[in-house]
């Protein structure tokens, strides 16, 4: 089972921000496939949806516990399905420090400023697990100014193609990390 967890806050407000592209993200990815549609559960915290994908059960979830307590609705979720952070976790967000519509996918990261992914370090007790980041910088750095006020600004008009473009990386990203290629059957490779 994978778990999958689009950063973002909750509420019309914060609609289309740079904050909430990772509640974007699973839209986006669920829309590929047969889920169900997204569900608040309060146990977790978060809004849920489910499927599977080549037979692999798959998680996807929003918190609604805003940005900075994304990690109290993850580890509710992580508890309850035996999740292992390691190998079944990815968390979907963005990040300020990369250029807009680039995308990042790692491992055992720090958060690097993020509130979001700070909390979910802290209530899991690791940073050992994959994320997607996606950039949402401005082409001129000094345009960030305050970083709170900067996140929770939607995109400029010339700015919506790159994170449009941006997001569909993601979405191929998120994908290709829950549907592997196949390793050759038998046999051998010839170099």
Do not use: C, W
């Not at 608040?40 to 998680?59: A, E, R, T, V």
């Not at 700070?118 to 949402?136: A, C, D």
């Not at 919506?160 to 569909?168: E, F, S, T």
């Not at 993601?170 to 290629?181: F, H, Q, S, W």
Request: glycine share 10%; net charge positive; aromatic share 8%.
């Amino acid at each position: 089972m994978k778990l999958i967890i689009g950063l973002g806050n909750p509420g019309k407000k914060y609609e289309k921000t740079r904050h909430n592209i990772g509640f974007v993200v699973v839209d986006e990815v669920i829309s590929n496939f047969q889920f169900s549609i997204f569900k608040q559960f309060p146990k977790f915290k978060s809004q849920i949806s489910k499927g599977n994908i080549k037979d692999k059960k798959i998680i996807f979830a929003k918190p609604q516990t805003f940005m900075n307590n994304s990690g109290e609705g993850v580890r509710a979720l992580i508890d309850f399905y035996k999740i292992d952070p390691e190998n079944d976790l990815i968390i979907i967000h963005d990040d300020k420090d990369i250029p807009l519509g680039t995308i990042k996918i790692q491992k055992d990261k720090s958060a690097a400023g993020h509130n979001g992914i700070k909390s979910i370090i802290q209530h899991l007790g690791t940073q050992n697990f994959t994320r997607v980041r996606i950039g949402v910088a401005p082409e001129d750095p000094r345009k960030i100014g305050n970083t709170a006020d900067f996140v929770l600004k939607k995109f400029g008009f010339f700015e919506k193609k790159k994170i449009n473009l941006g997001i569909d990386k993601a979405v191929e990203g998120v994908i290709n990390l829950l549907t592997p290629p196949n390793p050759p059957q038998g046999g051998s490779l010839n170099t």
